[in-house]
């Protein structure tokens, strides 16, 4: 059996969960056959302190990836200006798009919902600089 400093040592370098899982599963066993109630304290006390160390770096690793998804998020965040109307492109699907996200059979099934007003004109994006791209609101229209 390994020692309590040799225990504390692996407490203290593991980094990774695997090293962090193996650390503790010693620590556990070294503290149930422990018959020192001063080394039980010491190893309790370098469990806790390993822990709020894992605990640290997770929360550092956690503040990371929000500001990595944050960034991504804002990238994502395309607007298109038209006629001096700024639209968010995520919100709007072209009408090839549209069909696949809501499992359309066909473009003429949005050609024919926006000839009867099914879709509102309000949630037709029409670019003509764009050689008259038609962009729809990206919201179900299926009742």
């Known amino acids: 059996m390994k020692t309590l400093k040799a ?3 692996n407490l203290n370098n593991a980094h990774n969960l695997e090293e962090i899982d193996k650390a503790t599963k010693e620590a556990n066993t070294y503290f149930i056959a422990c018959t020192d ?32 998804m944050t960034q991504f998020e804002d990238s994502q965040k395309v607007v298109i200006e038209v006629d001096g109307e700024k639209y968010a492109l995520n919100e709007w699907l072209t009408t090839n798009d549209y069909i696949k996200r809501f499992g359309l ?39």
């Open 7 to 9: 225990i504390i040592k």
């Open 37 to 68: 109630n001063g080394e039980k304290e010491i190893l309790k006390q370098a469990i806790k302190n390993s822990l709020d160390e894992s605990n640290k770096r997770v929360m550092v690793l956690n503040k990371q990836f929000e500001d990595i």
């Open 105 to 143: 059979k066909s473009t003429m099934v949005v050609s024919n919902w926006i000839k009867r007003g099914i879709i509102p004109e309000e949630n037709i994006l029409c670019i003509k600089q764009l050689n008259n791209l038609k962009l729809i609101k990206a919201i179900s229209y299926m009742k």
